[in-house]
């Protein structure tokens, strides 16, 4: 049980950004407490003070949060509970509260601590301006239109970076492994992903020897990928080339699958 | 501009004129354009689910086709009928009064002054940076391989979770992700408005459902501080600056709310759990008259099955956060009627949880 409770504790403190030093929560446990004194009102006091503060204590308690993992059979999710505190609202409400008459140093000092204590989301690295409408890297657009075909289906084989965006782009764009394969902790096995991926030089043979068998009609390269031998020497041609990735389309698997351009 | 004369009908007059319809059982003191369009949304999205769900697991072909047939007839007759009921009688002289009122209906009694106003603008820019940092700026998620390309599928091939996101592969079906239909409803706005899918996702929703989530923010400052109506855009900014800032970590609802605004989990954290509130406070306001507003009862039935089409987990968190506030609600207000029928409204969801366990 303790064990459970400092599994919660860990997951509290990842949702809090307690390790990066963010203080949010600090202005959340402030006002929460300010309302157990200072709300009178018995709705008011049921919806933002006593049930935010079960919640938390569920939240913590390593019964519930076994029924709960037992229930979604997931224990990745199990921070989502901690959405039902609703800490930015309770914190306005305390702190608009709290600061009652003298509002405007009220909205200056809160205003300040939300800046100081959390982090500005679009200075995450994972924000980057737009390069098109689809907001989607614009070379990962041009690969798939390359890709397309006019009808019908292709497979196609592509770097790990342009996975996450072909098929948000194109979905007659098929791919012997997707999504799945980068993440290391679903632990899947592709044997062409060992082969395109994790080889430190592409091995020519056995890997157009996988890409037959998976039925890719196109094999796509980072420009800089080590190769043993060339594509071309094992019935592929370069079909196209973009700033960043050449573009193969094997000749043998186009006519199996006739679906190619 | 064709296409963004389909969005704004599909997302904003269509919504709207379903919102009519429940928002003919408010008292008249709670209604304004902004109610009716929550309103519609709920009962827009519960319809969706209630047709598309069934689509996805007894229909084998082109079952997204059957769902854009249906549920464009089901939207538009809902509209037309809630249009029907504000202006040919059925209302009557009640809700023909309506738009007599302002957006905000305070503003009757409440002169904001300049102070106000100026906290007011302050909020609209903090929004509006918001919305335009949406659309210039590029948010990488992983999960917009699963979602946004199932999306992309129903649009381009017509039918609905019958293939992997990632591959394209045919797959059995994902029953946990195939209740949750949200990236249906985007497929659906997506043909309707002749955009693709992804553009839509990244593009169109943030520009609605941001709003959406401020318009309820709004509804429950109006409530919280009735009495001192000076200080809803100071709570208002409050909340704006929070979500700003709330990127914490990548698991706050903030940091979803800005970042993958798109998907179902988002609008879960960011739209439907606020929502909780809003009709909590909404029901047990203590100064209400005694015969309940039936609205807000229907808006809770569909918040269920909103939830449910936004993710299998937020029925859950639903279900958890209205049986905690039950039990608040009923010892504080020593009311154990009003609570009960709290629980009753969850029923969509135990169904849901019923369907999920039977095919799983």
């Known amino acids: 049980m303790w064990g459970i409770f400092l599994e919660s504790l860990v997951i509290f403190q990842n949702y ?101 204590c959390g982090s500005l989301v679009y200075r995450s690295e994972h924000i980057t301006r737009a390069q098109n409408w689809y907001h989607l890297p614009a070379e990962a657009v041009e690969v798939a239109d390359i890709l397309k075909p006019a009808e019908g289906r292709v497979m196609a084989i592509v770097p790990a970076d342009l996975v996450y965006y072909i098929r948000q782009y194109e979905t007659a764009i098929n791919m012997p492994y997707g999504r799945e394969m980068l993440i290391a902790r679903w632990d899947y096995y592709n044997d062409l992903y060992e082969a395109m991926e994790r080889a ?34 094992f019935g592929f041609i370069l079909y196209a080339q973009t700033d960043n990735y050449l573009i193969y389309q094997d000749t043998e698997a186009g006519e199996q699958a006739g679906t190619g351009r | 501009m064709i296409q963004i004369m389909a969005s704004v009908f599909w997302l904003l007059a269509i919504p709207f004129g379903i919102g009519l319809i429940p928002v003919h059982f408010l008292s008249e003191r709670k209604k304004n354009p902004g109610i009716t369009l929550l309103a519609g949304y709920l009962l827009m999205w519960a319809v969706f689910e209630v047709i598309t769900v069934p689509a996805v697991l007894w229909i084998k072909y082109d079952n997204f086709q059957f769902v854009l047939r249906i549920f464009t007839a089901a939207a538009m007759l809902f509209a037309a009928a809630g249009i029907v009921v504000r202006y040919l009688g059925i209302a009557r002289e009640r809700s023909r009064n309506m738009y007599a009122k302002p957006l905000i209906s305070y503003e009757k009694e409440y002169r904001p002054g300049i102070e106000a106003k100026t906290e007011w603008a302050l909020f609209f820019i903090i929004v509006g940076f918001s919305l335009y940092m949406a659309v210039t700026r590029a948010s990488f998620d992983g999960d917009d391989a699963y979602y946004v390309v199932q999306s992309l599928m129903a649009q381009q091939n017509g039918s609905m979770y019958k293939n992997l996101p990632y591959t394209g592969r045919s797959a059995s079906l994902d029953v946990r992700h195939a209740l949750a239909v949200f990236p249906m409803w985007i497929a659906f706005v997506a043909v309707q408005a002749d955009l693709h899918a992804t553009i839509v996702s990244h593009v169109v929703m943030p520009l609605i459902l941001m709003p959406l989530t401020y318009l309820v923010f709004y509804e429950i400052a109006k409530i919280l501080f009735a009495e001192k109506k000076e200080n809803i855009p100071v709570f208002m900014i409050v909340m704006a600056l929070f979500q700003l800032f709330g990127n914490v970590s990548i698991y706050t609802n903030e940091t979803f709310f800005l970042t993958r605004t798109w998907q179902g989990k ?24 005694k015969g309940q507003d039936a609205c807000f009862w229907i808006m809770l039935v569909c918040l269920h099955l909103t939830a449910g089409m936004c993710s299998s987990i937020s029925v859950f968190l639903l279900v958890i956060l209205l049986a905690v506030s039950a039990f608040c609600l009923m010892i504080v207000k020593r009311d154990i009627k009003a609570p009960l029928m709290l629980g009753a409204t969850c029923i969509p969801s135990a169904l849901y949880v019923l369907l999920y366990l039977l095919i799983k």
């Open chain 1, 16 to 116: 809090v950004g307690f390790h990066q030093y963010r203080f949010l929560f600090v202005i959340y446990l402030v006002c929460l407490l300010y309302l157990w004194v200072a709300e009178k009102k018995k709705s008011f006091r049921a919806i933002f003070v006593y049930t935010p503060t079960i919640l938390l204590l569920c939240f913590f308690n390593p019964l519930f949060r076994k029924a709960f993992v037992a229930l979604l059979d997931d224990a990745e999710t199990y921070y989502r509970l901690l959405w039902l505190l609703q800490m930015s609202m309770v914190s306005a409400y305390g702190a608009v509260k709290l600061f009652g008459r003298f509002r405007k140093t009220g909205l200056i000092v809160t205003g300040a601590a939300i800046v100081l």
């Open chain 1, 200 to 233: 430190e030089v592409i091995e020519t043979a056995s890997f157009t020897e996988l890409t037959r068998n998976y039925g890719c009609d196109y094999v796509v390269l980072k420009k800089d990928r080590a190769v043993e031998e060339p594509l071309t020497d």
């Open chain 2, 266 to 289: 988002s609008v879960a954290g960011s739209f439907v759990i606020p929502m909780v509130f809003l009709l909590l406070l909404w029901i047990f306001d203590e100064k209400r008259k």
